[in-house]
């Protein structure tokens, strides 16, 4: 792990952070490679005016055991950590002071795939979602509007192979974000969000 100093965003009602280059080059590269052939990818459908389509994108949901995850209406159960996925768990987690029970991974195939604006605010994150976001392969835009005024102006950045973007507070709450689709990248790229799940009871 490099200590490379986060970058720290100044928007109105969230708490964004970027650490560039959070891993090495060489760790990026055998990550990359080993979650593409080891993770169990799965290709979600999403029911739009009673049909079902698949999402531009595939998924996998990694985490302790017990923490069932709905995402777009899509019930998930977790598969048990692997090795490399707890690893880099308690990497960042000892970076950012925080700790993490899932993971959700994204893998964008190429520029057609894309996720459409949305909010990471399902009710088991908690009022305050805190996720960390690691991105590997082909760069991608990944843009937030704010979901209470229209007059504030869109922020996008640029999410790098081995980037970390660290997001807390209200940011869930008053912003929502995408990754738009980029047709000219032919690369694939492999995104990968921590969570917290609050289990209810506990
Ligand atoms: O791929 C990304 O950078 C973001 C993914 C995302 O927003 C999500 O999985 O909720
Ligand atoms: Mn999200």
Known sequence: MKLSSPIFFDIPNAEICLYRNFLYDSQEEILYKELLENIAWQQDLIKIYGRKIPIPRLTAWYGDPNMSYTYSGILMNPHPWTLTLSLLKSQIEERIQHKFNSVLLN?????????????????ELGETPVIASLSLGASRKFEL???VKASLDRI??????GDL???????QKYWQH????MRRVRESRINLTFRYIIVSGN
């Open 107 to 123: 893998q964008y195939r190429n520029g057609t795939d894309s996720v459409a604006w949305h909010s990471d605010d399902e009710p």
């Open 145 to 147: 509007r704010s979901k």
């Open 156 to 161: 996008e950045l640029l999410l790098n192979s």
């Open 165 to 171: 973007l660290f997001m807390s507070g209200t940011t």
């Open 178 to 181: 995408q990754v738009p689709k």
